[in-house]
């Protein structure tokens, strides 16, 4: 089994910038991939960044050059650096894994962009 908690959310200008931190209750190299995914109001959860065990980052097209993806195994945790931050960026942001044939979503942390 494994927990996930995102943090990091909050309200952010335009342009501005903020960090999602996931903490994983297993040790991150065991789980794998890894996502980040997003749900704006309205619309269907849509998948944002992936990294994989080997550290092979994947992109949505609306966030390419804006977000990255990482994680750092000594504190178990999953990362989303989010710089030029734009209003349809605003989303509730869930961290989600794949572990031994199961999914495991995060609840979820909301970001919001609006000045």
């Known amino acids: 089994q494994v927990q996930l908690v995102e943090s990091g959310g909050g309200l952010v200008q335009p342009g501005g910038s903020l960090r999602l931190s996931c903490a994983t209750s297993r040790s991150i190299f065991s789980i794998g991939v890894m996502h980040w995914y997003r749900q704006a109001p309205g619309k269907e959860r849509e998948l944002v960044a992936s990294?994989?065990?080997?550290?092979?980052?994947n992109y949505a097209d609306s966030v390419k050059g804006r977000f990255t993806i990482s994680r750092d195994g000594a504190k178990n945790t999953l990362y989303l650096q989010m710089n030029s931050l734009k209003p349809e960026d605003t989303a509730v942001y869930y961290c989600h894994s794949t572990f031994s044939g199961m999914d495991y979503w995060g609840k979820g942390i909301l970001v919001t962009v609006s000045s």
């Open positions: 990294i994989t065990a080997r550290d092979v980052t």
